[in-house]
Antibody
Framework: EVQLVESGGDLVQPGGSLRLSCVVSGFSFSTYWMSWVRQAPEKGLEWVATINTDGSDKKYVDSVKGRFTVSRDNAKNSLYLQMNSLRVDDTAMYFC????????WGQGTLVTVSS | DVVMTQSPLSLPVTLGQPASISCRSSQSLVHSNGNTYLHWFQQRPGQSPRRLIYKVSNRDSGVPDRFSGSGSGTDFTLKISRVEAEDVGVYYC??????????FGQGTRLEIK
């Protein structure tokens, strides 16, 4: 059974940092590009970042460039999102998903940025 | 960036009746390799998104055959032949032909009338 389990979401003050994790099982993680997608409360889906299979290629939406860093550890079947200089408008549910195809999704982890 | 525009944004449907959602892109989604990377997702209340259709018209495993996708170029459609109660939720189109960024439509909320 395919599983993607996110963790690391929390309440954080503006300007703070968080590191999200996504642990996967049930498929060959090292052969999949992976993505982070977020959804602000009562809003639509927004792509955040994508990383290729060996971590050498990373793409970001403009609004997070320079603040967020996507990474992966294929030995641990894990995807990460380091989020720095967090802003109130980064408040969202963050989902990990399989690359461009998005055929598998996690259940999400909630990040709330508020003072 | 490619802008994806869905309509309608709200779709009240009677059980057993058909439903249709339109998704239009600001530029052609035909990739240089000939493929069109337009996918459809369903997000039921309180759940993660689930892919229904990939590359315009390919139904995912386990997706009922009442769901179908069609279209080409800049105009795409998701159709439900007979709406059931479990179809309530928000539907999104997503393009990956011209990325980054990957872009989604605004979402169409389907409800039972």
């Amino acid at each position: 059974e395919v599983q993607l389990v996110e963790s690391g979401g929390d309440l954080v003050q503006p300007g703070g940092s968080l590191r999200l994790s996504c642990v996967v099982s049930g498929f060959s993680f090292s052969t999949y590009w992976m993505s982070w997608v977020r959804q602000a409360p009562e809003k639509g889906l927004e792509w955040v970042a994508t990383i290729n299979t060996d971590g050498s290629d990373k793409k970001y939406v403009d609004s997070v460039k320079g603040r967020f860093t996507v990474s992966r550890d294929n030995a641990k079947n894990s995807l990460y999102l380091q989020m720095n200089s967090l802003r109130v408008d980064d408040t969202a549910m963050y989902f990990c998903a399989t690359g461009h195809w998005a055929d598998y999704w996690g259940q999400g982890t909630l990040v709330t940025v508020s003072s | 960036d490619v802008v994806m525009t869905q309509s309608p944004l709200s779709l009240p449907v009677t059980l057993g009746q058909p439903a249709s959602i339109s998704c239009r892109s600001s530029q052609s989604l035909v990739h240089s390799n000939g493929n069109t990377y337009l996918h459809w997702f369903q997000q039921r209340p309180g759940q993660s998104p689930r892919r229904l259709i990939y590359k315009v018209s390919n139904r995912d495993s386990g997706v009922p055959d009442r769901f179908s996708g069609s279209g080409s170029g800049t105009d795409f459609t998701l159709k439900i032949s007979r709406v059931e109660a479990e179809d309530v939720g928000v539907y999104y189109c997503m393009q990956v032909t011209h990325w980054p960024p990957i872009t989604f439509g605004q979402g169409t909320r389907l409800e039972i009338k």
